[in-house]
DNA sequence: CCCTGATAGATTGGTATCCACTTTGCAGCC
DNA sequence: GGCTGCAAAGTGGATACCAATCTATCAGGG
């Protein structure tokens, strides 16, 4: 049982990575104070913990939202993206691990036979992870982890400029980008990857169709009793609102 | 008055990147408590920021210390920041600012002026700015921000594995940088890059020494009332220790 | 004498209340 | 109709306690 509040950040940043949790949504110490079963503070503290990480934003006495990144912010961590791989692009010729190669080569393969099958879904998912495996390459954790960092954040932008990929192009693009590093054709590699960024980049578009926001205690995959019903007998929260007691339900 | 952790958070890390927290030291959520006069949650919230941060590292039970990055750690956080400023030329390619490069010179220019008047305090500073100058030319906030992690991190290597660093050849590899990339071999600058941050690297020793750990109170510049003094007429934090209110002092 | 186990002290993690300050929505007033 | 003032709600922080855990000391046995 170590670091509550560590424990409910996970939750909850998995729950926005899923979007089960929109951008903009509430995020009230009270309402996750009650689903998780825990005081307002260890809230506070795992609310702290995702608004370093960028997922969340605090504003001073109003709360704390899924953050809703701007347009120029969603290009910034695109961009961003883009500079770290061409980064590791770069670092990949002093380190010849040619062996390594194959795991790109696997991830492509892998894709290729998703996207044969029809499965957008995980030819997606195997266009997210062949980024991973390049990062992957440098066995630099630091690098990693910034990288999971950045990734989280555009997990982020998907929710709320949500778009279709030509996974098509995108799965070609990793298949050619494999062939130039294999010819250690550096600068070659790193303009694919900017144009390859840019063409995910165009996938999202601004549809302002009012997100699906649904209740907390659903995103967030508790039983989630009614709230009556627990606020009797629960165990002892912090029952900070006395002075509501008399009131709704 | 807004952030209360926020404030206390930026003030130890000042310290710890002043090197007046050296990485190892504790740092007790009383002692901090008692420093800042606050209560010990909020102390806690800082320091759950700084760890998010990488600068300080909290073992569940045991407290919280100042980060103390094994050897290899160091390395990959050297190799991070090469990542970053590699791609951060390559992105060159893409904005053709010719004015910002000016910048660069000047910075160049600057540190030259510094070490022909034998200033290596203020040489060494324009040498870390010279990679902020870099960064910035993105205009990117996010790519920025990462960039100003990831220096932190090798700010408090400094105090780890200190050693002397060869001013002069850095910043000659600055200037020849700033050359390479006007010319638009990036390829060549970012060989340089690599180089110029093994040369860095370099520069750090394993030097085991004790280090002259501090006082915390003295740390962090606060006037540090003694401990016994306060102890009696405090106007009330977190007093949790009634049971040796019959001890000691 | 050294090693091992018990025990007490200190520190952290978490809970329960309480209070102060802001924001906000609404009602009444000009 | 727009503005002011008040009350409700919610966050930020403080206080007080408790449980779990780590640590250091000390006693006993080989």
Redesign the pocket.
Known sequence: ???????IAARICEAILAHRLVPGA????????EIF??????I??A?IRLSEDGLVT???????FVAKPSLAEAVEVFETLTIVEQGVIAQLGNRPRKSLLTELRGNVERQKAALAKGNEQLAGEFGLEFHDLLVALTRNRVAIELHAQLKRRARLLEALYRCDFDHCQLCDEHEHLVGLIDRKQWTRAQQLMDEHYRLVARGYRIDDEALPMQPLHLALGKPAKSSSATAGR???????????TG??A
Chains 1, 2 share one sequence.
């Open positions: 049982m170590s670091g509550r509040s560590e424990q509430k995020l009230g110490e009270r309402e996750l104070a079963e825990v005081s307002r503070i260890v506070r503290q609310l605090v504003e001073r006495n109003r709360g704390a629960r165990k002892g929260n912090d029952r900070d609102t006395h002075r509501t009131g709704e």
